[in-house]
């Protein structure tokens, strides 16, 4: 019910709902630091989107691993590594 509810909000049979995604601007607003975790063939948004995106938030570090849009799922130990790396960091 809520993954449905989640898509309901976001989505519809066009696309993105308007308001829902964040444009460069917006990115290039984001202060605190950010891991993308990239899945290597995510089906949704290539490696290309997600350098993109890395560059426009002034903080931000990317990560590519496991497969798809998941990435925990085909890489658990290293999502998890990476994660507790990131987040043991000094701000």
């Not at 931000?60 to 890489?75: C, M, Q």
Request: aromatic share 8%.
């Amino acid at each position: 019910v809520s993954w449905l509810s989640l898509l309901e909000s976001v989505m519809s049979l066009q696309g993105t709902r308007a308001g829902m995604d964040l444009g460069e601007d917006d990115l290039r607003c984001v202060e605190q630091p950010v891991a993308f975790i990239w899945g290597k063939n995510d089906p949704f948004a290539n490696l290309e989107v997600a350098q993109r995106t890395q560059k426009l938030v002034p903080k931000a570090e990317l990560y590519k691993v496991g497969i798809g849009h998941h990435p925990w799922w085909d890489a658990p130990a290293e999502c998890g590594a990476l994660c507790r790396d990131f987040l043991s960091r000094e701000a």
